[in-house]
């Protein structure tokens, strides 16, 4: 009887809850709609989600440049923006195991959209715009960015977008040339943030005073729109937020491989033939007639079929006009536009979209021409010395430990780390470093003050690596974005005392361009963690009302901060056969950070990177 009465109690509560009138949510007129939000009282943020930034790139507008989104037609252009956008169509990876969630899936191609987290009676408040991650192909703006802004006390606001992913977004022939548009997702990005500078002062933001950030193909897209049009300043953005950029190889638009891309495309998707020809005036025009679900399976099709483990098909390509050169050459200029950097890796980025199955020195080779078919016999003999093959051991066998990173004459990640041993950890540290460390380096140093040449610009950069277990690729997004309704009540790992000051640290960039924060702050409440302490900005006898010391970084002076935790237990965590871990957590949790070297770092990165540099005309990136 009394869960008779209790349900029947909770249905009249739901009835009347029906009956009442809501409370309007913020509204803001954008002139073509008026969106209307929800506020979070606990957090006290207003959020708008699935707002229209350009219209729907369907139909006739499939691979063209995005345009203004067309007017609402609801009653007084009120539009409903509570609920989250649909994702874009999703084109998997290749062999990375389903569990990582690299997968092709459908989705809606009327997906440009983007949300927007604002605090109440917001005026002039900094902005970050962030790009989220997925290799061009998967994902969407699904990342809760209120932990970060809480922790900041509401000091800016956060704008996340969605832009077209795989096919739909990266499409690229000499066909797409001619009828189209040729990297159609980095335009969409560029879209939001034109969008940004004319709406974001609706919602109480700064248009002057807008942080582009992304991870992983994120941050790569954010490096794309700082090198645009040949680095030229748009007003777009002054800070730059790159986590585990993503610089796989990239081509010319009529190159073979982005060519053949196109071509099996069109064949999965039945415009390949004869007849699919004989109705249409070209391959394009017989794409952009396509239905749709034939498009996503053939999209995904190509994605996860074509390439080797942990490549996507869909990527920028330069096309002469908005990507005008590989990012090497141009980094190696400072042809960039913006005026602050923060940049980060992780330690172990070469897991997960490395083969975990390199046990041989032949399964090494095999890895090597597969990932870089384009190396000469010389180039190849000069990364077997420099990463020093021959002394590697056969299989994944070793004890497995993170390495200190600037321990003279000690173990280095080239043969060890806290994910793999032996020669796979040879290889996932070669694909580390070609593809997120060096490029990330060579990022830090064109926005330094001076470059290699001794050159004066009015830039600067700061580098820090993120080290705790577990440190794969990816697994730093947990630190800076959380479900914010129970992250008070999470223990991590990351610890909570981690989380904060690491949201500090981009925080701080983002509202003063500059990521230095208070020791008090990076010992986040822990008397026993360990920080660096700027003792010229010691103004007290107190050294927590300090900063710590985190310089700049310069080609002459490649210092970061590395990123760490140390105390607590330390636990086994398994995800897949090939994929184990070690992580820390329970009480006793510190913060350990500290400034290092990014030349010595492991047995001598710098001199690796210069070894990537030099070959990056032929990789190419």
């Known amino acids: 009887m009394i869960r008779i009465i209790s349900l029947v109690l909770a249905l009249a509560s739901t009835t009347n809850q029906a009956l009442a009138t809501p409370a309007p949510g913020p509204r803001v007129d954008l002139g073509y709609a008026v969106y209307e939000g929800l506020y979070n009282a606990t957090l006290d943020l207003n959020i708008w989600k699935s707002i229209r930034y350009a219209a729907p790139p369907v139909g006739n507008l499939r691979w063209q440049a995005p345009q203004e989104p067309p007017q609402a037609t609801t009653p007084n252009r009120l539009v409903s923006a509570v609920d989250q956008p649909p994702w874009c169509p999703q084109s998997g990876a290749y062999g990375v195991p389903s569990v990582y969630g690299f997968n092709s899936g459908p989705g809606d191609e009327d ?75 980095l335009l969409d990005q560029r879209f939001a943030l034109q969008w940004v500078q004319k709406h974001i002062a609706s919602f109480g933001g700064d248009p002057r ?71 249409h005036s070209s391959v394009f025009d017989c794409l952009v007639a396509a239905d749709t679900t034939i498009l996503q399976y053939a999209s995904g099709l190509v994605s996860t079929s074509r390439g080797y483990f942990g490549s996507f098909a869909w990527l920028p390509v330069i096309d002469h006009h908005f990507i005008q050169h590989r990012p090497s050459a141009q980094l190696g200029c400072g042809k960039v536009s913006g005026k602050h950097l923060l940049i980060g890796t992780n330690a172990d980025e070469g897991v997960p979209l490395t083969n975990p199955n390199i046990t041989t020195k032949s399964a090494f080779d095999a890895f090597i021409s597969s990932t870089l078919p384009h190396l000469t016999s010389a180039d190849v003999f000069a990364l077997n010395r420099i990463y020093d093959t021959a002394a590697a051991q056969p299989g994944d066998n070793g004890t497995r430990f993170d390495t200190p990173g600037d321990d003279p004459g000690g173990p280095t990640a080239n043969a060890v780390s806290g994910m793999a041993t032996g020669i796979q950890q040879t290889a996932f540290n070669v694909a580390a470093e070609s593809t997120f460390h060096c490029p990330s380096q060579w990022l830090a140093e064109a926005f330094s003050a001076a470059d290699s040449l001794g050159r004066r610009h009015r830039r600067r950069a700061w580098k820090y690596q993120y080290s705790l277990d577990p440190a794969y690729h990816g697994a730093d997004l947990g630190a800076y974005f959380a479900l914010a309704d129970d992250d008070d009540d999470d223990d991590g790992p990351p610890s909570r005392g981690f989380r904060h000051s690491f949201r500090r640290i981009w925080g701080e960039f983002i509202v003063s361009n500059n990521p230095v924060i208070s020791v008090s702050d990076a010992k986040a409440g822990n008397a026993n963690a360990t920080v660096p302490i700027d003792d010229d900005n010691d103004s007290s006898s107190n050294p927590e009302d300090s900063t710590i010391a985190w310089p700049a970084f310069s080609a002459q002076d490649q210092t970061f901060l590395n990123l760490n935790t140390t105390g607590g237990e330390v636990q086994l965590v398994t995800v897949t056969e090939e994929l184990s871990y070690y992580v820390r957590g329970g009480e006793g949790v510190v913060n350990e950070f500290r400034l290092a070297d990014g030349r010595s770092w492991e047995g001598g990165r710098g001199q690796r990177c210069e070894f990537w540099r030099a070959v990056a005309p032929r990789v190419p990136f």
């Open 209 to 279: 005073r807008v942080t582009v950030g992304g991870e992983s193909s994120g941050a790569a897209s954010a490096m794309y729109q700082a090198l645009a049009y040949g680095g030229r300043e748009a007003g777009l953005f002054s800070g730059i937020i790159l986590a585990s950029t993503y610089v796989p190889p990239i081509y010319p638009f009529d190159h073979d491989v982005p060519t053949g891309h196109y071509h099996a495309f069109a064949e999965a998707a039945g415009c390949g033939s004869s007849f699919a020809l004989s109705n």
């Open 111 to 185: 997906c440009l959209y983007l949300n927007v987290y604002a605090p109440p009676q917001a005026e002039n408040l900094p902005v970050l715009v962030w790009i989220h991650g997925g290799g061009y192909s998967v994902f969407g703006a699904t990342y809760d960015p209120r932990a970060l802004i809480k922790t900041n006390n509401n000091s800016f606001i956060t704008v996340e977008i969605q832009y077209r992913l795989g096919a739909f977004g990266q499409l690229a022939s000499p066909d797409v040339q001619r009828h189209g548009r040729l990297n159609a997702g």
